[in-house]
């Protein structure tokens, strides 16, 4: 069984302080994991996919197998980053590829 | 990009009734379509997958029966909640898979049930 879990569920920070968004992983395969935002009254969209080890918005993400974490973290935070954050893994199920999502993380940047 | 519709954006019905909901992938095919459902301040719940020109894979404790999953083309895939109940109310989403492991994801659908 894949799971996801995001401790917090509401994470407050000010303008121009890190911030980090946790992420845990329990699955027996090779995962592939991603980041998704859903701002106010938008879609859910892909913000960042550790295969691609890019930074986007200027969030990044690193993928600890050992510790099974994948927390996303970005140095100076914004007010536009205020948002749902949902870590979610891929993996097989049967012969599918699923999505599980971890519950969500709000994040709300303070002026 | 790749952009996924889902029709309508919200509903309204009576219990007992049943209420379709379309998804559409707009600018590039998807023989993999995913239903998920959200409850408020809750986190996305897969309930089936839904592949072209074949049956849809329920989660589990999703019935069957009462969720039917239609992926008729390439483009559409189609959600009937049959006899809706007051329970079924909720945010159903839907995700459009292009590629081994891009989904896009619909604006969703807010269903209330009277």
């Known amino acids: 069984a894949q799971r996801v879990t995001q401790p917090e569920k509401l994470l407050s920070v000010f303008k121009g302080a890190p911030v980090e968004l946790k992420c845990n992983y329990s699955?027996?395969?090779?995962?592939?994991l991603f980041w998704y935002v859903q701002y106010s009254r938008q879609r859910l969209q892909l913000l960042l996919r550790?295969?691609s080890r890019e930074s986007i918005k200027g969030f990044t993400a690193d993928l600890n197998k050992g510790e099974t974490s994948f927390h996303l973290k970005k140095p100076f935070a914004q007010e536009e980053d205020s948002a749902m954050y949902y870590c979610?893994?891929?993996?097989?199920?049967?012969?599918?590829?699923?999505?599980?999502f971890g519950s969500g993380t709000q994040l709300t940047v303070l002026p | 990009g790749a952009v996924v519709s889902q029709h309508p954006s919200w509903v309204i019905c009576k219990s007992g009734t049943s209420v379709k909901i379309e998804c559409r992938s707009l600018?590039?095919?998807?023989?993999?379509m995913f239903w998920y459902r959200q409850f408020p301040k809750q986190s996305l719940m897969l309930m089936a997958t839904s592949n072209e020109g074949s049956k849809a894979t329920y989660e589990q404790g999703v019935e069957k029966d009462k969720f039917l999953i239609n992926h008729a083309s390439l483009t559409l895939s189609t959600l009937t909640v049959t006899s809706a109940h007051p329970e079924d109310s909720s945010f159903y989403i839907c995700?459009?898979?292009?590629?081994?492991?891009?989904?896009?994801f619909g604006p969703g659908t807010r269903l209330t049930v009277t």
């Open positions: 979610a893994l891929s993996g097989r199920s049967g012969s599918a590829r699923q999505l599980t």
């Open positions: 995700s459009a898979r292009r590629g081994p492991d891009e989904q896009y």
């Open positions: 699955y027996s395969g090779s995962p592939e």
């Open positions: 600018d590039f095919q998807a023989t993999t």
């Open positions: 550790h295969i």
